[in-house]
């Protein structure tokens, strides 16, 4: 089971103005074949499916405990996209076209489908694939595919902070640099301790440095780059076989955690009438509070 904790991984910026442009760009860091829902998905069904845990444990918890982080990264990708679609509208009268900003969207979805929030598909509008996911149930098999996915995904986030400055998106970029690079290493010991190949000495891919990032840097300072999470759960604390040593990159010790990252709550997105969203009136909220009271 996977318990859902009200938070998300970090505090983005309230933006006095989304980005609509820049919502359909990061549109692929949710549901492209690099984005996040694949990275869930992958790891998700692998350690669903992991065959005989008993002996390969240490594997088994390094893939578990990322798979948990990587439920936050897509609702922190989701958030990222609600944020930057703020404002994109306005409320009026529907004869003089208060969603007319969707015309000049390239992500029109997000006006017709979803009331400008993140949807779970491509930066083309094409729904999320299972066909992305690798589980062959051959474990050195895997851990290639998912070292390679997260290389894959590292790329796709740099691009993507490469066509947008808006601060919301490349906050969120920011540190989802940090937390995939260190993804990457996770998945670069693990084969190291599989198989005896030295895959780490190729890293990082592509060969630049987060630091080079100005909003991936301070997530570098806090220490980020050097740790995995066991979210409260003690079982999982035999990645401490595998995730032990230098940082490949830094020189920095690597760190499992008994917890889960502080996190920050969620923003409170505004109601937008123009979509008929959530399409309560003021009465009809009185109505419904009113009958939540008659419950408790």
Same mark, same amino acid.
């Given at each position: #089971?996977?318990?859902?904790?009200?938070r998300?991984?970090i505090?983005?910026?309230?933006?006095?103005?989304?980005?609509?442009?820049?919502?359909?760009? *990061?549109?692929?860091? #949710? +549901?492209?074949?690099?984005g996040?829902?694949?990275?869930?998905?992958?790891? #998700? =069904?692998?350690?669903?499916?992991f065959? $005989?845990?008993?002996?390969? &444990?240490?594997?088994?918890?390094?893939?578990?405990?990322?798979?948990?982080?990587?439920?936050?990264? *897509?609702?922190? /990708?989701?958030?990222?996209?609600?944020?930057?679609?703020? %404002?994109?509208?306005?409320?009026? $009268?529907?004869?003089?076209a208060?969603?007319?900003? %969707?015309?000049?969207?390239?992500?029109?979805?997000? =006006?017709?489908a979803?009331?400008?929030?993140?949807?779970?598909?491509?930066? #083309?509008?094409?729904?999320?694939?299972?066909?992305? /996911?690798?589980n062959? %149930?051959?474990?050195v098999?895997?851990?290639?595919?998912?070292?390679?996915?997260?290389?894959?995904a590292?790329?796709?986030? !740099?691009? /993507?902070?490469? !066509?947008?400055?808006?601060? /919301?998106?490349?906050? !969120?970029?920011?540190?989802?640099?940090?937390? +995939? %690079?260190?993804?990457?290493?996770?998945?670069?010991?693990?084969?190291?301790?599989?198989?005896?190949?030295? *895959? +780490?000495? !190729?890293?990082?891919?592509?060969?630049?440095s987060?630091? &080079? =990032? $100005? @909003?991936?840097?301070? =997530?570098?300072?806090?220490?980020?780059?050097?740790?995995? @999470?066991?979210?409260?759960?003690?079982?999982?604390? $035999?990645?401490?076989?595998?995730?032990? +040593?230098?940082?490949?990159?830094?020189?920095?010790?690597?760190? *499992?955690?008994?917890?889960?990252?502080?996190?920050?709550p969620?923003?409170?997105?505004?109601?937008?009438?123009e979509?008929?969203?959530?399409?309560?009136?003021?009465?009809?909220?009185?109505?419904?509070?009113?009958?939540?009271?008659s419950?408790?």
């Open positions: #089971m996977i318990k859902r904790v009200n998300i991984a505090e983005l910026p309230m933006p006095k103005h989304g980005d609509m442009k820049a919502a359909a760009a *990061v549109q692929d860091l #949710m +549901g492209g074949k690099f996040e829902m694949s990275t869930l998905n992958n790891y #998700m =069904f692998q350690s669903f499916n065959r $005989d845990r008993k002996n390969f &444990k240490p594997f088994y918890d390094i893939i578990a405990s990322i798979t948990a982080e990587e439920f936050g990264h *897509v609702e922190l /990708v989701a958030t990222a996209i609600n944020l930057l679609s703020y %404002g994109n509208t306005f409320p009026g $009268d529907p004869d003089i208060p969603l007319q900003n %969707g015309k000049h969207s390239n992500y029109p979805l997000h =006006f017709t979803t009331a400008q929030t993140a949807y779970p598909g491509d930066a #083309m509008g094409r729904p999320w694939n299972g066909e992305f /996911v690798n062959s %149930g051959n474990l098999s895997d851990l290639l595919a998912n070292y390679l996915l997260e290389i894959g590292r790329t796709h986030k !740099m691009r /993507v902070y490469e !066509m947008t400055d808006h601060p /919301v998106a490349r906050e !969120m970029i920011g540190y989802l640099l940090v937390r +995939g %690079g260190t993804h990457i290493i996770a998945y670069a010991k693990a084969l190291e301790v599989a198989t005896g190949v030295e *895959v +780490g000495k !190729m890293l990082p891919v592509p060969d630049l987060n630091n &080079k =990032f $100005d @909003y991936a840097k301070k =997530f570098m300072d806090q220490g980020l780059y050097n740790v995995l @999470y066991t979210w409260g759960e003690k079982e999982y604390l $035999d990645m401490k076989q595998i995730w032990k +040593g230098p940082n490949p990159e830094t020189g920095e010790q690597l760190i *499992v955690i008994d917890g889960m990252p502080k996190g920050a969620p923003p409170d997105l505004p109601a937008v009438p979509q008929f969203a959530p399409g309560i009136d003021r009465d009809d909220y009185e109505r419904i509070l009113k009958r939540l009271k419950n408790m």
